[in-house]
């Protein structure tokens, strides 16, 4: 399966963060992507993305379209890819690349969210 995750803090959200923005960059690399959409804001809890990865299994892809759509930090990001990755799935950050179990897939994905740790909201 691939799951393709949208992620906006407000309704709102214009230009290319808005939902349908997102939805539309992933389907235009993933056509048959099952879209998973996302409203929070601040620390909580995002259901509909935990039971995403609870779900996953070896073979799926998370597709998101940027770093800060995935996570709101480095610790998050890196905490969920990692579980993403151990159930055998992997992930593809459209602004990042594709990152896999391999160590090259980790190197990027650690020097990605190092790089982009102060700037991911």
Known sequence: MIYGYCRVSTYS?????SLES???IIFERYPDAIIIEEVFSGAKKRKKFE?????LQPGDLVCSTKLDRFCR???EGLRYAD?????GASLHII???MIDNSPTGQI?????MDFA???IA
């Open 83 to 87: 579980e993403i990755l151990s159930k």
């Open 108 to 112: 990027i994905l650690a020097a990605q």
């Open 22 to 24: 997102q939805a539309g």
């Open 73 to 75: 930090n480095t610790r």
């Open 95 to 97: 602004d990042v690349g």
């Open 117 to 119: 740790g102060s700037q």
């Open 51 to 55: 039971t995403m990865i609870e779900n």
């Open 13 to 17: 959200q214009k230009d290319n963060t």
